[in-house]
């Protein structure tokens, strides 16, 4: 879809409208330092801001800087990352103040390319840091950026029924699309200024969700989350739990506290440790230095 100058004027005053009027304001933009910037990017992946603003709270206390962090275990970090969840966003964090430290000088890179050779830095990731630390006008996309663009642009709910869709209207609407909207839409103040504009975008795309279905469903890229409890997922989290805060485990231990089937749990052992995540030595498991 190609979005005509007039038709993106109009989506650009309704962001920014609805933005000075409901702006959210969290500790990440209060300062956009770049280190508590791509810490907040990683804490934020698939988890609702409200939960993050405590867990960021307290870890831009302890390590404020890739230093501390890199000065610091693994089994430290994830102690304070337990009740975030997806654990290897901690893994790859922890990675990242390492090569940030040792390969950087302390100096978290400026562009989405240099970002994206970072542990667990992939696209959205690299341009949403480069944006909000540097203020640099890269295009990129996430839930509620999609949202915000579906709504506006392609109009009928995910629960239209096919013929209340208008035949110019796709049903299925891809990434690739909405960063053609993007790309348009990033000029003039945008531009000057993206971080502002991302952020509106946002906030107004988050606003959609409470109001109308799901845009998102409509989207090609979009999935829904599977179940968690008694999932692997579940499991892998609290054995996690359980060497951080024990610091060693054995099977049986961990079977006991996990209340999981010991196939389950050694699934869930295995792909801790093809994450580098956990070690085992002779039969005794713990958080891997």
Known sequence: MTADVETIKRFKAEVYSYYEQC????????????????????????????????????????????????????????????????????????????????????????????????????????????????????????????????????????????????????LVISDREISSILESALDGDARENPRRWYWALMDYGANVKKLHVNPNRRSAHYAKQSQFEGSLRQIRGSVVRTLAREGASTIESLLRETAARKQELYRALDGLQKDAMVCENQGVYRIKG
């Open 23 to 170: 702006g959210r304001m969290f500790p990440w933009r209060k300062n956009t330092a770049p280190w508590g910037v791509l810490v907040s990017e990683f804490m934020l992946q698939q988890t609702q801001t409200e939960r993050v603003i405590p867990y960021f709270e307290r870890w831009m206390l302890r390590w404020p800087a890739p230093e501390a962090l890199h000065n610091a275990s693994l089994e430290e970090a994830l102690s304070e990352w337990v009740g975030l969840g997806y654990n290897r966003r901690c893994r790859f964090l922890k990675d990242c103040a390492d090569v940030i430290t040792g390969d950087y000088g302390g100096h978290v890179p400026e562009t989405p390319e240099t970002l994206c050779s970072l542990p667990g830095v992939g696209a959205y990731t690299a341009g949403a840091i480069a944006c909000f630390a540097y203020n640099y006008p890269s295009v990129f996309i996430e839930t509620n950026i999609r949202a915000a663009a579906i709504h506006f642009f392609y109009g009928a709910p995910a629960s239209s029924a096919p013929a209340e869709i208008p035949a110019e209207i796709p």
